[in-house]
């Protein structure tokens, strides 16, 4: 059977599934129960259906036709990964699900699995047409070789990492919740509770995630839904008398158990199940926001020198591969997926490493254009001379995780004058955005701009946005805040970090990304408090590819101070051969 006969049987067996139901379509999320960026092999529900394995999107499976929707990010990818006599393909944010569910399925019942779905994606995407809610998923009913759910121990986060312990983070997340009326919080995000327990696990193959639920009550104690074999007698006495540990089928009863008490939950980040389960239970639900997601996100102290820490570990390992690749790449003999290897290799020689923060997004050339490629053996090509190479990567630290891309020029000279002006104009907007100061008050949607404008100026732009939330030996990707013109209204604050990484893409061309990791830190205005950014990673840029002439004195005394702390703070650590490359590439532009 072909991999096109294959796609066709499993779409054929699910509409058969959606007639049994008796609903005219399907929705099909990318992501699982936990509702992650990142899912075990089984919840890929979406991969197995379509092909596609981009981190962001959503299929919508009607008797006829079917249909994927993904973001900017990913159009390419989607565009290979899957098959054009079977799939549709649209744009998740210029061509809204909710609008084609509206204009094509109306008056139509689309079924959905309550468990895979926040409440608030329920409630927008039913506005134009009748959604029901399926008791059992008929996707997993005809995935027959479907993997096993993961099954890691979860284990203490020692608070020399963490800062602070848990019955500290549990007494005023409880305090938050008697303030406000409520009798409980559902913890949906098993980042919220890794954060809250202190605990981490290896569930996801990048982010030491234990999966679970938990239940936060007012008066600080936790009901936790994991599977038992995960949690060992050291980790039971880690998380003490007031953490309560059940079976995930104990779920519904804890829940039920709260008839007529007030319980909140976040609708943008809890499965619609629970809201279902509540309110037929008897309780009253109260939409509000996570009480774990900001503290999480506003570092403590021990956090953010665990996050210079770790960046300047990691920087060791950049500059050891950006030394062994100045030499490699003109050779032409390593591809994407040797030249990720090596990197990779020399992460794992580093004290407190433990593994990838996500998939090495390794492209030469045209594959550099893939917003968030990824190599494999079909794609995975040589990188040769005279060309871009983005390499985009991180490593999670047990003091933190870092995220850091870097393109780069394999010419023994400079690059050409186009490239030089495109990989110049996105320094400017990393630049500008690294140095801004702003007042407190201020939102990641209301400083997107200033990343782009340089490239505005020449009728250039990205699809994708500028910043991402980063967790502490967490999430490479973390809300609640975002540098993006999508981004919600949430305040920075201080303690968050933020990547900070504009591009541009030249499609079957090549590919240019810089990114660095900010701490956001006080700065006293003179009228009222401002914040600043701190720079975290400590990496050089590509000389050969900036071009001189469109920086402003002020840009290129920034390039060179930036250039000079990388030197001072982590040259000393190298091999003299490293270090001796490291003080060619920070020498002053």
Same mark, same amino acid.
Request: net charge negative; proline share 8%.
């Given at each position: ?152 121990? =979860?284990?203490?986060? !020692?608070? *020399?990492?963490? /800062?602070?312990?848990? @019955?500290?983070? &549990?007494?005023?997340? $409880?305090? %938050? ?119 999480? =996100?506003?570092?403590? !102290?021990? *956090?953010?020198? /665990?996050?210079?820490? @770790?960046?300047? &570990?990691?920087?060791? $390992?950049? %500059? ?132 782009? @404008? ?136």
């Amino acid at each position: 059977m072909t991999q096109t006969d294959s796609r066709a049987a499993r779409l054929a067996a699910l509409r058969a599934e959606l007639a049994k139901a008796g609903v005219d379509g399907f929705l099909i999320p990318r992501g699982d129960e936990y509702l992650g960026e990142y899912v075990p092999p089984s919840g890929e529900r979406l991969a197995w259906i379509s092909g596609f394995t981009g981190s962001a999107g959503l299929a919508i499976v009607l008797a006829g036709r079917a249909v994927l929707f993904t973001d900017g990010r990913y159009t390419t990818q989607a565009t290979a990964q899957t098959d054009p006599a079977l799939w549709e393909l649209r744009h998740l944010i210029e061509q809204p699900p909710q609008d084609w569910l509206a204009e094509h399925a109306a008056g139509l019942r689309i079924g959905y699995d309550p468990w895979l779905h926040p409440q608030s994606a329920i409630e927008r995407l039913g506005a134009g047409t009748t959604l029901v809610p399926l008791a059992a998923n008929p996707l997993d009913a005809v995935w027959a070789d479907r993997p096993a759910p993961p099954a890691a121990p =979860a284990v203490p986060h !020692p608070a *020399e990492y963490a /800062g602070r312990d848990s @019955a500290e983070k &549990r007494g005023e997340a $409880a305090a %938050a919740l008697r303030a406000a009326g409520e009798k409980a919080a559902v913890l949906a995000d098993p980042h919220s509770l890794a954060w809250l327990l202190n605990l981490r696990g290896g569930d996801l193959e990048h982010t030491p995630l234990p999966l679970g639920f938990a239940l936060l009550r007012d008066d600080a104690s936790v009901d936790l839904f994991m599977d038992p074999a995960k949690l060992s007698e050291a980790t039971r006495a880690h998380l003490g008398n007031k953490v309560a540990t059940h079976p995930p089928q104990a779920l519904r009863g804890v829940l039920e158990g709260l008839a007529g008490q007030a319980v909140r939950l976040d609708p943008d980040i809890t499965p619609a199940w629970f809201s279902a389960t509540l309110t037929a239970a008897g309780a009253t639900v109260r939409s509000g926001e996570d009480p774990c997601r900001l503290p999480r =996100a506003r570092k403590n !102290p021990v *956090e953010q020198q /665990g996050a210079r820490a @770790a960046h300047r &570990r990691d920087a060791l $390992a950049l %500059a050891r591969f950006l030394a062994w690749f100045a030499q490699a790449a003109p050779r032409e003999t390593e591809t994407e997926m040797s030249a990720a290897a090596k990197l990779l290799g020399f992460r794992r020689e580093l004290p407190l490493f433990r593994a990838e923060s996500f998939p090495a997004i390794s492209g030469a050339g045209e594959n550099g254009a893939v917003i968030h490629y990824r190599a494999t053996e079909a794609t995975n090509r040589p990188i040769r001379p005279d060309e871009c190479y983005l390499i985009d990567s991180g490593g999670q630290f047990l003091d933190g995780t870092t995220d850091i891309t870097r393109t780069l020029w394999t010419g023994p000279g400079a690059a050409p004058a186009e490239l030089r002006d495109r990989y110049t104009r996105v320094l400017q907007g990393h630049i500008a955005l690294a140095r801004l100061r702003f007042p407190q008050g201020v939102a990641g949607a209301h400083i997107d701009a200033i990343a782009r @404008a340089a490239l505005w100026q020449a009728g250039l732009d990205y699809d994708h946005g500028t910043g991402h939330g980063i967790g502490s030996f967490l999430s490479v990707h973390e809300g609640p805040v975002s540098i993006s013109r999508a981004a919600k209204p949430v305040p920075l604050r201080e303690g968050m970090i933020l990547s900070d990484e504009p591009g541009f893409y030249l499609p079957g061309h090549y590919g240019i990304r810089i990114e660095n990791l900010l701490l956001v830190r006080f700065f006293q205005g003179l009228a009222k408090p401002f914040l600043e950014f701190e720079t975290l990673t400590l990496v050089p840029y590509d000389r050969r590819l900036i071009d001189l002439g469109l920086l402003t004195p002020a840009e290129r005394n920034w390039v060179d101070a930036y250039h000079a702390r990388v030197l001072a703070e982590i040259a000393t650590d190298l091999e003299p051969e490293t270090r001796a490359w490291l003080e060619g590439a920070c020498r002053p532009l």
